[in-house]
């Protein structure tokens, strides 16, 4: 049975935006900082932090700077990414690729806000904004999201450590329609007792949908967090135990 600590890890979502800061920023944020962005006290901050994601945030920062030295390419160096922004029915989508396939979905009600998301993830990179080129990517993502088409297996191009890969793939073996838990994923790749990090490997998942975070759930129900937002998470799952093919 899964842990029911972990299974909350996602109930705060300032936890959420939290882990976010700390993931991409370069620079060591003390406990104040994070708690001023995060609308948390010091103290409160620390306590919640260490009871959602089993860690301090200074370890947690730890292990991101860790990440960071692991996979030097993540900054993009030498890279060129092709991007654009389509409406749906759960906000503005922006995809982006590289030649090899896509390197980040993300999801907001505000275009520019994922554009500096993309320049933050990818400061090193020549971003080309290419609507036609990545027609065919987007107008499927849309239908899936509109409940209007399957679920798109489309190549995906990530820069991930080999622990968050294999927690990815796992993921994307997770079918529409069905769920799983940070427990079930641990088990999945042979590490049982790493659901914390599972959860921590869910958290910095550049591609919404393509990996498919928004089907793990908690173990003991209900839907859980997401980093894109619970009711965007809630729509998904409703759509996809409704979608039969045409």
């Excluded at 972990?6 to 370069?26: F, H, K, T």
């Excluded at 806000?113 to 993502?141: G, M, V």
């Excluded at 995906?156 to 890969?165: E, G, H, L, S, Y």
């Excluded at 129900?221 to 809630?234: E, L």
């Amino acid at each position: 049975m899964t842990d029911r600590s972990v299974d909350r890890i996602y109930v705060d979502e300032r936890i959420v935006q939290a882990c976010r800061l700390i993931d991409g920023s370069n620079d060591t944020l003390t406990l104040e900082e994070l708690g001023r962005h995060v609308g948390l006290s010091k103290g409160h901050l620390q306590r919640a932090f260490t009871r959602a994601i089993g860690m301090s945030p200074k370890r947690y920062a730890k292990l991101a700077r860790e990440e960071r030295h692991d996979v030097p390419s993540r900054g993009g160096k030498g890279l060129t990414v092709a991007y654009a922004i389509v409406p749906s029915s759960l906000g503005h989508v922006l995809v982006a690729a590289t030649k090899r396939g896509i390197c980040r979905v993300d999801i907001d009600t505000n275009e520019r806000t994922l554009e500096k998301r993309l320049r933050d993830a990818f400061p090193s990179a020549t971003l080309e904004h290419q609507d036609h080129e990545l027609e065919s990517a987007t107008s499927r993502i849309v239908s899936f999201i509109a409940n209007d088409g399957p679920w798109p297996l489309l190549p995906i191009d990530v820069r991930a450590t080999a622990f968050q890969m294999r927690v990815w793939e796992a993921l994307r073996s997770v079918a529409p329609g069905k769920t799983a838990s940070y427990g079930d994923i641990a088990r999945a790749i042979g590490s049982p007792n790493a659901a914390r990090a599972v959860a921590r490997a869910c958290a910095t998942n550049p591609i919404a949908l393509l990996i498919p975070c928004h089907r793990i759930v908690p173990a003991t129900g209900g839907s859980g967090g997401y980093r894109w937002g619970v009711r965007r998470k809630d729509r998904l799952l409703a759509n996809e135990r409704a979608y039969s093919p045409r």
